[in-house]
């Protein structure tokens, strides 16, 4: 089978493109309770994007999320207490 030669040239246009992806906003609408947001794309997607209203809504998520999994971990760490003294 013959195969197919590609100039260095090109090959670096088609990675280059490929890096260079446009960054998709948030859609809050689609967080659900209880699922944690990915913090690292959607934030540096949003910063990217600089858009201050998304900013904001993306800090209030990460801070109500922040505050659901301290209220959880408070109640793990009593259920561990409660066991460990039990046993």
């Known amino acids: 089978m013959a195969t197919k030669k590609v100039s260095a040239k090109k090959?670096?246009?088609?990675?280059?493109?490929?890096s260079t992806r446009k960054p998709r906003p948030v859609n809050f609408r689609s967080i659900k309770a209880?699922?944690?947001?990915?913090y690292g794309?959607?934030?540096?997607?949003a910063v990217a994007r600089g858009d201050i209203n998304?900013?904001?809504k993306l800090a209030d998520?990460?801070?109500?999320?922040?505050?659901d999994?301290?209220?959880?971990l408070g109640v793990l760490e009593k259920n561990i207490q409660k066991v460990s003294s039990a046993g």
């Open 61 to 67: 998520v990460a801070r109500k999320q922040i505050q």
């Open 11 to 18: 090959s670096a246009k088609k990675s280059a493109k490929k």
């Open 69 to 72: 999994v301290e209220n959880v």
């Open 54 to 56: 998304e900013l904001r």
């Open 34 to 38: 209880g699922t944690l947001l990915e």
């Open 41 to 45: 794309d959607p934030i540096r997607d």
